[in-house]
T-cell receptor, first 114, second 115 residues
Framework: GAGVSQSPSNKVTEKGKDVELRCDPI?????LYWYRQSLGQGLEFLIY????????KSGLPSDRFSAERTGGSVSTLTIQRTQQEDSAVYLC????????????FGDGTRLSIL | AQSVTQPDIHITVSEGASLELRCNYS??????LFWYVQSPGQGLQLLLK??????LVQGIKGFEAEFKRSQSSFNLRKPSVHWSDAAEYFC?????????????FGKGTKLSVKP
């Protein structure tokens, strides 16, 4: 497709389970970003990829969170042993590069932890 | 540290009225500035951006924003609001250089439009 694609669009899981969220960026975009959007917290930066490497992981909230990107394209965000405070919308964005290039966002994955 | 403040959490305007959404940023150098709009259940759509040059920038959907360095502001304006403009609006600042590529977002302003 033409835009950033995220799957699943909604995910409900039990506390303690692991979840994997997927992001398929716009073709040709070398930079990929993950953000978390939750009530009262706004949009929080999680991690940034340039190609397959992640020069900035500063936003990952704990070691339960990890992300990878393969082939300079698809990225997965994994949350292990989910907690209720992980409930949020996880947004992925991509761009041609860093800093001054506009980021294009997917519609997000709404994660609910029971 | 960089930060973005959107002082208004919620604004209601009448259809056809003018609109101004406020944004103030904190950054040591000239920032890259963006406004995004988010409709319910959707991702963020870029309205406009400022990198350098003319301080009044035009965007999509009839929006414009003005960069004022002396006030550290980048307010979003629209002369006549349409009901379809009801959404949440986010101001963001991007870093220059280094390895940091992420945007710093304000907490958003929710716009409601009265008929």
């Amino acid at each position: 497709g033409a835009g950033v694609s995220q799957s699943p669009s909604n995910k409900v899981t039990e506390k303690g389970k692991d979840v994997e969220l997927r992001c398929d960026p716009i073709s040709g975009h070398t930079a990929l970003y993950w953000y978390r959007q939750s009530l009262g917290q706004g949009l929080e930066f999680l991690i940034y990829f340039q190609g397959n490497s992640a020069p900035d992981k500063s936003g990952l909230p704990s070691d339960r969170f990890s992300a990878e990107r393969t082939g300079g394209s698809v990225s997965t965000l994994t949350i292990q042993r989910t907690q209720q405070e992980d409930s949020a919308v996880y947004l992925c964005a991509s761009s041609f590069g860093q800093t001054n290039q506009p980021q294009h966002f997917g519609d997000g994955t709404r994660l609910s932890i029971l | 540290a960089q930060s973005v403040t959107q002082p208004d959490i919620h604004i209601t305007v009448s259809e056809g009225a003018s609109l101004e959404l406020r944004c103030n940023y904190s950054y040591g150098a000239t920032p890259y500035l963006f406004w995004y709009v988010q409709s319910p259940g959707q991702g963020l759509q870029l309205l406009l951006k400022y990198f350098s040059g003319d301080t009044l920038v035009q965007g999509i959907k009839g929006f414009e924003a003005e960069f004022k360095r002396s006030q550290s502001s980048f307010n979003l304006r629209k002369p006549s609001v349409h009901w379809s403009d009801a959404a949440e609006y986010f101001c963001a600042v991007g870093a220059h250089g280094g390895s940091q590529g992420n945007l710093i977002f304000g907490k958003g302003t929710k716009l409601s439009v009265k008929p």
